[in-house]
């Protein structure tokens, strides 16, 4: 039986982890553009994604995106990254229930965090390099944001 306070948890990672993740992915575009970073962010996506999200983009509609993106890929292969989208649509069932609504997804989900702020560090050339702007505040705040949900998610999971 889940208690309350853990299903209130998850449904606070899943929406709040996504909207700073989708945050982060356009914080990304229009910055430094880091592949990596995106890739990170790609695949936190796909972990917290809302369950509502998630089976729409694991169904039919997530299929036609999916040729579409690649077909896009075709002929625009910087702006459309078709192998971040495939993740949603063809993971295997057991890898996806093995990671979404786990410990070892929020796990990952904290790693994913670090790497992207180690990232992040190494792009801007360190800490003596760094220059503060409202762009550089506002990345690290989603990136705040990030772990505060993943660590309230984990925090209520393991009770």
Request: charged share 10%; hydrophobic share 50%; aromatic share 16%.
């Amino acid at each position: 039986m889940v208690s309350s306070a853990a299903y209130d948890a998850a449904v606070s990672f899943q929406w709040g982890g996504t909207i700073s993740a989708l945050f982060l992915l356009i914080m990304n575009r229009f910055g430094r553009q880091s592949s990596k970073q995106m890739t990170l962010l790609a695949v936190y996506l796909f972990i917290s994604c809302p369950d509502v999200l998630f089976n729409i983009l694991r169904g039919q509609v997530g299929s036609w995106i999916a040729f579409l993106v690649v077909a896009a890929n075709l002929f625009f292969p910087q702006t459309f990254p078709a192998s971040r989208f495939i993740l949603f649509v063809i993971t295997p069932d057991w890898v996806t229930d093995g990671l979404r609504d786990s410990l070892p997804g929020g796990i990952l989900s904290i790693i994913i965090g670090v790497s992207i702020i180690f990232t992040e560090i190494r792009g801007i050339g360190g800490f003596r390099n760094c220059q503060c702007n409202l762009f550089c505040f506002c990345y690290y705040l989603g990136i705040a944001s990030l772990f505060v949900f993943t660590i309230l998610y984990l925090s209520l999971e393991t009770w």
